[in-house]
């Protein structure tokens, strides 16, 4: 059964910074794109930020030049490094494959004063 796990969230200030984690099991990453999503309220899911099995990286325009994604497969662990939080990245952050198979708990980041 494939699982991720993601953590690392809470409450910043604007132009604080998180850095998630999300550990993935029952799959083997390495095969596979991987993203972070994210869920504001009253809005529907999007996909913020990608990295490619050859470590390419891609981000939605919202988030360039201030969100980092990485991965370590030997540790099954995909991250996202955020920078110059804003209160509009508030939301609940969720990691998966893309396309997604399923959904974590994910985990929330506020970012207010």
């Known amino acids: 059964q494939v699982q991720f796990v993601e953590s690392g969230g809470g409450l910043v200030q604007p132009g604080g910074s998180l850095r998630l984690s999300c550990v993935a099991s029952?799959?083997?990453?390495?095969?596979?794109?991987m993203g972070w999503y994210r869920q504001a309220p009253g809005k529907q899911r999007e996909l913020v930020a990608t990295?490619?099995?050859?470590?390419?990286?891609n981000y939605e325009d919202s988030v360039k030049g201030r969100f980092t994604i990485s991965r370590d497969n030997a540790k099954k662990t995909v991250y996202l490094q955020m920078n110059s939080l804003k209160p509009d990245d508030t939301a609940v952050y969720y990691c998966?494959?893309?396309?997604?198979?399923?959904w974590g708990q994910g985990t929330q980041v506020t970012v207010s004063s």
């Open positions: 990295i490619d099995p050859s470590y390419l990286t």
């Open positions: 029952g799959i083997t990453i390495t095969f596979y794109t």
């Open positions: 998966n494959k893309v396309p997604a198979i399923g």
